[in-house]
T-cell receptor
Framework: GQQVMQIPQYQHVQEGEDFTTYCNSS?????IQWYKQRPGGHPVFLIQLVKSGEVKKQKRLTFQFGEAKKNSSLHITATQTTDVGTYFCAAYSGGYQKVTFGIGTKLQVIP | DGGITQSPKYLFRKEGQNVTLSCEQN?????MYWYRQDPGQGLRLIYY???????QKGDIAEGYSVSREKKESFPLTVTSAQKNPTAFYLC????????????FGPGTRLTVL
């Protein structure tokens, strides 16, 4: 079955440093989504990537989908304390019928 | 206000009791989902439904049951057969097809004593 690895599981950064989380699948994906969950909250949708090699930006956040559609990354430039939370990827395969969430990367930003 | 509501926010039950978690949405979404979240394990899919009176098992359906009698409601029953029921349960909904973004409810934290 589909396996989705997300690394790292935890990341502590100094405010202003960059942060990256990676999501890797054992199978080719239809598309991938990224979510953010603030402490004590629920996941909130950030973005969806569909095309091979796609790159999307949201202010300080850059999302990439690999050429082979098996991996994706989320990069945050110059982190702020408001970036604290857990970032999840959600990987879709099998004609969008199967969704698997990554384990999440918990980001702590030290002021 | 459109959204998903889950109640209660915190729930305590004694071991051996069945408990039903509520999930209601007024977003007119066809698809609804139940996830379980445990520390260090991310979100795992329990059940999902794409249409009224139809639902499919997810990755960890054992010990759980659901119903979808109305489009806006998708209650989850945690039965006594579930060996480790203490967890944070999240309900979500999305339009079809299923690769649309999922909208999550605030979650219910269930503790079985």
């Amino acid at each position: 079955g589909q396996q989705v690895m997300q690394i790292p599981q935890y990341q502590h950064v100094q405010e202003g440093e960059d942060f990256t989380t990676y999501c890797n699948s054992s199978t080719t994906l239809s598309n991938i989504q990224w979510y953010k969950q603030r402490p004590g909250g629920h996941p909130v949708f950030l973005i969806q990537l569909v095309k091979s090699g796609e790159v999307k930006k949201q202010k300080r956040l850059t999302f990439q989908f690999g050429e082979a559609k098996k991996n994706s990354s989320l990069h945050i430039t110059a982190t702020q304390t408001t970036d604290v939370g857990t970032y999840f990827c959600a990987a879709y395969s099998g004609g969008y019928q199967k969704v698997t969430f990554g384990i999440g990367t918990k980001l702590q930003v030290i002021p | 206000d459109g959204g998903i509501t889950q109640s209660p926010k915190y729930l305590f039950r004694k071991e051996g009791q069945n408990v039903t978690l509520s999930c209601e949405q007024n977003l007119n979404h066809d698809a609804m989902y139940w996830y379980r979240q445990d520390p260090g394990q991310g979100l795992r899919l329990i059940y999902y439904s794409q249409i009224v009176n139809d639902f499919q098992k997810g990755d960890i359906a054992e010990g759980y049951s659901v119903s979808r009698e109305k489009k806006e409601s998708f209650p989850l029953t945690v039965t006594s057969a579930q060996k480790n029921p203490t967890a944070f349960y999240l309900c979500a909904s999305s339009p079809l097809p299923r690769d649309h973004e999922q909208f999550f409810g605030p979650g219910t934290r269930l503790t079985v004593l």
